[in-house]
């Protein structure tokens, strides 16, 4: 089971104008980046099965900083700046505690 720390979801669709073969290469090598960072021991990719072009990443990060420093890692500014994508909406969570 996951430890506590920073989870986050995210929901992005490949541009209408991208070719889906060349948006999907890119989503892979991102997470392949994401999950080399050493603050981030979870980033994964689903392919919603109804719009393809529909991705949904869940990402967990030891804390906040490791979060931030995300944005500052090259990959992360590659796949943003390749602009195949845009992001539809991006959250912050963590995980449930049980009440005592």
């Keep these: 089971m996951l430890n506590q720390g920073l989870?986050?979801?995210a929901e992005i669709r490949i541009k209408p104008e991208?070719?889906?073969h060349t948006g999907i290469n890119a989503i892979h090598a991102f997470c392949e980046g994401m999950n080399s960072e050493s603050g981030?021991?979870?980033a994964i990719a689903l392919q919603d099965t109804q719009d393809p072009y529909r991705f949904v990443f869940w990402?967990?990060?030891d804390d906040k900083a490791a979060f931030e420093a995300h944005?500052?890692?090259?990959?992360?500014?590659?796949?943003?700046?390749?602009g195949l994508t845009e992001l539809v909406q991006a959250f912050e969570s963590q995980k449930l505690l049980k009440e005592d």
């Design 18 to 20: 991208t070719d889906l």
């Design 40 to 42: 981030c021991s979870m």
């Design 7 to 9: 989870f986050i979801t």
């Design 71 to 82: 944005f500052n890692a090259q990959h992360t500014q590659t796949f943003i700046q390749s």
């Design 59 to 61: 990402e967990r990060y």
